[in-house]
């Protein structure tokens, strides 16, 4: 395939990779502005997993009982076990408020209180009812009214390609190559400025809440280019996953008042978090659920508990938790009004990600030195605002008021700055990818290296850890890479290639997987989602400390150079809830 | 829960390689309690690779994997095999052009949605917080917004199938949403682009589009009261 090709080679002022709420966020905020902006995405952009998100998204409305962004600030540092930088916190919250005033201007259809403001419920680690919500699809409908105004404004659309290579040179991001999955070939996007917006990297378990899109192709791009990840060992496993599918019920039912029992019918949250209950943050409550289990007082002594919505009474179940409702009953067979529905831990949302600074610039090192036009935001991104573990309806606020403010300085950077020149060769790599699995000789399939890889996942990088299992860990996960070199796929077609997607994608996940277990091993202390049953305890003196790595010669390196930024107002405490 | 034998009918289609779509059969072992989307990831990772559908989400929320079950439009995750029994049919959306085996193209689908201006417009200067949109009015628009856009109600639509350039109930649906939604004014604009033989005329209460919706909105309801909206602007 040749560049000049003119049909695959795009000049594109701003070009976005993901199409959940940060990167449809940031593209309409481009297009506005006059500039051209495209959003590439794996998936149809009204199938982005943002719209998985149920229960709200976060702002101090006071529109239901008092409430202040300071309240906001300290939950956010609390619930992030200290890790969270402060001065991101500090612009998240005084952003906020606008971002769903922004949102209700657009269309939102927020559900409402009795004089017709937006409805806001209570949510796990916030000190108020902070959430405010759509029912239980809140960001069903957030994406949807973004994509709608992203049609208005004119934001180019490229569905279904998958980026195969970022092009940088010199510090400068100068664009990227795709795979175009409908009809095949690669696709050269040159542009001023890129955003990284792909979401989390949860589908490295088996027991998890994420879609199958989520695979982390955003921070394995990075890890290839040279570039370091932050903190990819905190990873938040949410405490209500419907039994065996790991699809998430969302903490709303919790805020209307649902409870979490035992086999002895226990509400044991008593017993961990005596003061918030269940609505203490994900970290706490997934743990203490985990004991139960692990102690044997799961269901039958079997590996799950009851969520039991019961006592909410038929009206609120359907008014409020439909969707919730209907997941129980249609993949369980369980009827909510009437049974209690089989819950366990889910691998749910990634804190760590692509480091970057609070103009959600992309950044190379401890000391903050910027890649110039690149840029991340959302779950993708480690800003860091959650820290060790995020707070239930902080992810929606984040993804998209940093994607407005990815927009604003994206569209600055496009309006500073020329097209910097494409490497030679720009296609190699990705060209490189595709041939080894289309040409090689290999016998490996995909199929089975992922799931030896999401099963070991899920019983070794749980809600809890421990040296031994880690190295073990550690030692699969060199093999399948091993076997990954010998994978080749039956499809070789041009169009709509899914055996060729999923094996790139698995590239991805053995890729990042390395960097999250190397991580949790060195981190020798438990905050937050991260939890050690060999050193159970946090440790300031040495962790208060974000992690990076890079891949560098087959190693993964880590440094921990990176202080967190803490204001003299909020020093590190005792975690109690 | 145990394991059971099931025959799996797909329709296959290889651009480029099949002249036409063929059908290809599929013996498999797969717990019962699986869904329609765990049997096609089970043939796709374990029998052929070749296999192409879409999905993502796994919990009826992104649209990704509408497709015809013996004959219904379903989405593949939410869907149990024992809704169908041990012999399954499975075949791509109808009305859309197939891109390879259980795959279709979308893009006309999302193209209608454009011609019905498909967002909010407030001519009237923005509040300094939120609209006010009392729990009455909400209830008007708010089934209508649980559209996940997977296209069931399009493909099994009959008004649609001769016709791609009826609007089809997705994209009025949408328009409704819109010209019902207190705060916005953009109704006349809407209500003139479906009062056309290819807007809501073309809509001839056949309920099949309710039938197939994964999220059970009364879409043929709302297509009414959409109708009636038009007579009542025009008068």
């Keep these: ?577 | 829960m145990a394991m059971i034998d099931i025959r799996v009918k797909i329709l296959r289609y290889q651009p480029g390689q099949d002249a036409k779509p063929r059908w290809q059969v599929f013996a498999v072992k797969v717990e019962d309690e699986s869904t329609i989307l765990d049997v096609l990831n089970e043939i796709h990772w374990q029998h052929d690779g070749t296999l192409a559908y879409r999905r993502s989400c796994r919990s009826s929320i992104c649209g990704s994997c509408a497709m015809k079950v013996n004959g219904r439009n379903v989405l593949a995750c939410e869907t149990p095999i024992h809704r169908f029994g041990t012999k399954l049919k499975i075949e791509p959306l109808s009305g859309f052009e197939i891109i390879k085996d259980l795959v279709v193209d979308l893009d006309p689908f999302f193209e209608k949605l454009k011609r019905i201006k498909p967002y909010l417009i407030v001519d009237r200067p923005m509040p300094d917080k939120e609209f006010v949109q009392s729990p009455q009015q909400l209830e008007q628009i708010g089934e209508s917004t649980l559209c996940i856009l997977c296209a069931a109600c399009s493909a099994a639509c009959p008004s649609s199938w001769p016709n791609s350039d009826y609007l089809g109930p997705a994209a009025l649906l949408k328009a409704y949403r819109f010209v019902f939604d207190s705060r916005d004014d953009g109704a006349d604009d809407r209500l003139e682009i479906v009062n056309d033989k290819n807007g809501v005329w073309r809509c001839h209460t056949i309920f099949n589009c309710m039938e197939a919706c994964p999220k059970k909105i009364k879409i043929t309801e709302y297509l009414s009261r959409l109708k009636l909206k038009v007579v009542e602007n025009s008068l």
Excluded at chain 1, 379 to 389: I, K, P, Q, V, Y
Excluded at chain 1, 454 to 471: A, I, K, P, S
Excluded at chain 1, 480 to 504: S, W
Aim: charged letters at 25%; aromatic letters at 8%; hydrophobic letters at 40%.
């Design chain 1, 1 to 577: 395939m040749k560049i000049e090709e003119a049909r695959n080679h795009h000049t594109i002022d701003a070009v976005i990779v993901g199409a959940g709420l940060a990167g449809l966020r940031a593209a309409l905020e481009v297009a506005k502005s006059g500039l051209s902006a495209a959003v590439i995405s794996k998936v149809y952009p009204t199938r982005s997993h943002s719209g998985g998100a149920q229960g709200g998204i976060a702002a101090a409305l006071a529109n239901v009982s008092e409430d202040s962004l300071e309240a906001h600030m300290f939950d956010t540092i609390k619930g992030s076990d200290y890790l969270a930088d402060q001065d991101i916190i500090e612009r998240f919250v005084n952003e906020a408020l606008k971002t769903v005033y922004e949102f209700e201007h657009m269309g939102v259809p927020f559900s409402r209180t009795a004089d017709g403001r937006i409805n806001q419920r209570p949510f796990g680690g916030h000190s108020a009812p902070r959430a405010c919500f759509a029912q239980d699809i809140t960001g069903h409908v957030l994406l949807h009214t973004l994509y709608e105004q992203c049609l208005r404004h004119n934001v180019l659309f490229f569905n279904e390609f998958q980026v195969l290579s970022l092009l940088l040179q010199d510090d400068v991001s100068r664009g990227l190559v795709a795979w175009d999955i409908r009809a095949g070939g690669l696709h050269i996007f040159h542009a001023r400025a890129v955003l990284l917006a792909t979401g989390g990297y949860g589908r490295a378990w088996k027991v998890t809440s994420n879609a199958h899109a989520n695979t982390g192709d955003g921070v394995a791009l990075v890890l290839d280019a040279g570039l370091p990840l932050e903190d990819m060992e905190f990873v938040q496993f949410h405490p209500t996953g419907l039994y065996k599918h790991g699809i998430l019920l969302s903490e709303a039912a919790r805020g209307e008042g649902a409870y979490i029992v035992n086999d002895k019918n226990e509400r044991f949250m008593k017993t961990y978090a005596a003061a918030k209950m269940e609505l203490a943050p994900r970290d706490v409550v997934s743990r203490a659920e985990q004991t139960e289990i692990n102690e044997g007082r799961g269901i039958g002594g079997r590996d799950y508990v009851y969520l039991d919505l019961r006592h909410l009474g038929q009206q609120k179940i359907l008014e409020r938790l439909p969707q919730i409702y209907d997941l129980a009953l249609n993949y369980l067979k369980v009827d909510a009004i009437k049974e209690p529905v089989p819950i366990q831990p889910t691998a749910h949302y990634s804190m760590g990600g692509i480091p970057a600074n609070v103009r959600t610039e992309v950044i190379k090192d401890g000391k903050g030195t910027v890649i110039r036009g690149l840029y991340t935001a959302g779950e993708t991104s480690c800003l860091s605002l959650h820290g060790a573990n995020r707070l239930g309806t902080n992810s929606l606020q984040d993804a998209a008021t940093f994607g407005r403010i990815a927009g604003i300085h994206m569209t600055e950077f496009c309006r500073e700055n020329g097209f910097a020149e494409l490497p030679a060769k720009p296609l190699d790599v990705a060209q490189g990818k595709i041939d080894r699995l289309w040409s090689g000789q290999g016998k490996e399939r995909h199929a089975p290296i992922r799931e030896m890889l999401q099963v070991n996942m899920t019983q070794t990088m749980g809600v809890f850890r421990n040296q031994d299992e880690m190295l073990k860990m550690l030692a699969v996960i060199k093999e399948l890479q091993e076997r990954y070199r010998r994978v080749t796929v039956d499809d070789r077609g041009a169009a709509f290639n899914l055996d060729l997607i999923e094996a790139l994608e698995l590239e991805n996940l053995l890729s990042f997987s390395e960097v999250i277990v190397e991580g949790a091993l060195a981190r020798k202390e438990s905050r937050g989602a991260h939890f050690r049953s060999d050193f159970p305890k946090r440790n300031d003196g040495e962790w208060l400390r974000h992690t990076l790595a890079w891949r560098r010669n087959g190693k993964i390196v880590l440094d921990f150079s990176k202080g967190v930024v803490i204001y003299p107002q909020y020093q590190p405490q005792e975690r109690k809830y």
